[in-house]
Protein backbone atom coordinates (compact mmCIF):
# COMPACT_ATOMS: atom_id res chain seq x y z
CA UNK A 1 0.00 0.00 0.00
CA UNK A 2 1.46 3.29 -1.17
CA UNK A 3 1.52 5.73 1.63
CA UNK A 4 3.17 9.72 2.07
CA UNK A 5 2.77 11.54 5.22
CA UNK A 6 3.87 14.90 5.43
CA UNK A 7 4.69 15.95 8.98
CA UNK A 8 6.64 19.54 10.54
CA UNK A 9 3.90 21.96 9.32
CA UNK A 10 3.12 24.46 12.03
CA UNK A 11 3.02 28.58 13.17
CA UNK A 12 5.95 30.15 12.92
CA UNK A 13 6.79 34.15 13.12
CA UNK A 14 8.35 35.84 10.21
CA UNK A 15 12.19 35.06 9.76
CA UNK A 16 11.51 31.89 11.45
CA UNK A 17 12.51 28.24 10.39
CA UNK A 18 10.92 25.35 9.93
CA UNK A 19 11.57 21.28 8.99
CA UNK A 20 9.39 19.27 6.59
CA UNK A 21 9.29 15.89 6.66
CA UNK A 22 8.20 13.91 3.77
CA UNK A 23 7.60 10.05 4.97
CA UNK A 24 7.13 6.89 2.38
CA UNK A 25 5.84 3.85 2.42
CA UNK A 26 4.90 1.18 -0.75
CA UNK A 27 7.03 1.89 -3.53
CA UNK A 28 10.73 1.99 -4.70
CA UNK A 29 11.85 5.32 -3.12
CA UNK A 30 14.75 5.88 -4.15
CA UNK A 31 14.38 5.70 -7.95
CA UNK A 32 11.59 8.50 -7.58
CA UNK A 33 11.85 12.00 -7.60
CA UNK A 34 10.93 14.27 -5.16
CA UNK A 35 8.84 17.31 -5.23
CA UNK A 36 7.51 19.77 -2.63
CA UNK A 37 4.79 21.75 -3.99
CA UNK A 38 2.70 24.63 -2.08
CA UNK A 39 -0.98 26.06 -1.96
CA UNK A 40 -1.84 29.13 -0.56
CA UNK A 41 -5.29 30.14 -0.18
CA UNK A 42 -6.75 31.07 -3.05
CA UNK A 43 -3.71 30.58 -5.21
CA UNK A 44 -2.35 27.72 -7.66
CA UNK A 45 -0.47 24.99 -6.48
CA UNK A 46 2.72 25.65 -7.56
CA UNK A 47 5.82 23.60 -7.52
CA UNK A 48 8.65 24.66 -4.62
CA UNK A 49 11.38 22.63 -4.99
CA UNK A 50 12.68 18.83 -6.56
CA UNK A 51 15.08 16.20 -5.41
CA UNK A 52 16.15 13.88 -7.77
CA UNK A 53 18.28 10.57 -7.80
CA UNK A 54 21.38 11.07 -7.88
CA UNK A 55 20.81 13.95 -6.04
CA UNK A 56 20.34 17.01 -8.64
CA UNK A 57 17.84 19.60 -6.89
CA UNK A 58 15.86 22.66 -8.42
CA UNK A 59 14.30 25.44 -6.41
CA UNK A 60 11.89 27.78 -7.22
CA UNK A 61 13.23 31.65 -7.48
CA UNK A 62 11.27 33.08 -4.46
CA UNK A 63 13.09 30.28 -2.38
CA UNK A 64 16.41 30.06 -3.52
CA UNK A 65 19.04 30.41 -0.71
CA UNK A 66 16.38 30.16 2.03
CA UNK A 67 15.09 26.56 1.20
CA UNK A 68 17.19 23.32 0.98
CA UNK A 69 15.63 20.04 -0.08
CA UNK A 70 16.73 16.36 0.72
CA UNK A 71 16.12 12.77 1.30
CA UNK A 72 17.59 9.97 2.76
CA UNK A 73 16.74 7.27 1.20
CA UNK A 74 18.05 4.54 3.92
CA UNK A 75 14.93 6.01 5.44
CA UNK A 76 12.41 6.78 2.72
CA UNK A 77 12.03 10.05 3.85
CA UNK A 78 12.54 13.56 2.06
CA UNK A 79 13.01 17.32 3.94
CA UNK A 80 12.30 20.27 3.20
CA UNK A 81 14.48 22.33 5.61
CA UNK A 82 12.62 26.46 5.21
CA UNK A 83 14.59 29.16 7.04
CA UNK A 84 14.09 33.21 6.69
CA UNK A 85 10.11 32.49 5.96
CA UNK A 86 7.75 35.04 5.18
CA UNK A 87 4.34 35.56 5.42
CA UNK A 88 4.24 35.21 1.51
CA UNK A 89 5.21 31.17 2.66
CA UNK A 90 2.31 30.38 4.25
CA UNK A 91 0.73 27.29 2.41
CA UNK A 92 -0.22 23.65 2.39
CA UNK A 93 2.33 21.60 1.15
CA UNK A 94 2.36 18.39 -0.58
CA UNK A 95 5.20 16.23 -1.05
CA UNK A 96 5.05 14.02 -4.25
CA UNK A 97 7.05 11.21 -5.75
CA UNK A 98 7.24 10.98 -9.21
CA UNK A 99 8.48 8.28 -11.77
CA UNK A 100 7.69 8.28 -14.99
CA UNK A 101 3.92 8.09 -15.24
CA UNK A 102 4.05 6.61 -11.50
CA UNK A 103 2.67 9.93 -8.82
CA UNK A 104 1.88 9.67 -5.73
CA UNK A 105 0.82 12.50 -3.20
CA UNK A 106 0.72 12.91 0.55
CA UNK A 107 -2.35 15.16 2.18
CA UNK A 108 -0.14 18.29 3.09
CA UNK A 109 0.77 19.77 6.14
CA UNK A 110 -0.04 23.28 6.92
CA UNK A 111 2.55 25.90 7.32
CA UNK A 112 1.52 29.29 8.61
CA UNK A 113 3.91 32.45 8.73
CA UNK A 114 2.34 35.11 10.89
CA UNK A 115 3.37 37.30 14.21
Known amino acids: QVQIVESGGNLVQPGGSLRLSCAAS????????IIWHRQAPDKERELVATIGNPDYTYYQDSVKGRFTISRDNAKNTAYLRMNNLKSEDTAVYYC?????????WGQGTQVTVSS
Open 26 to 33: GFTFNIYD
Open 96 to 104: NAKYGTWSY
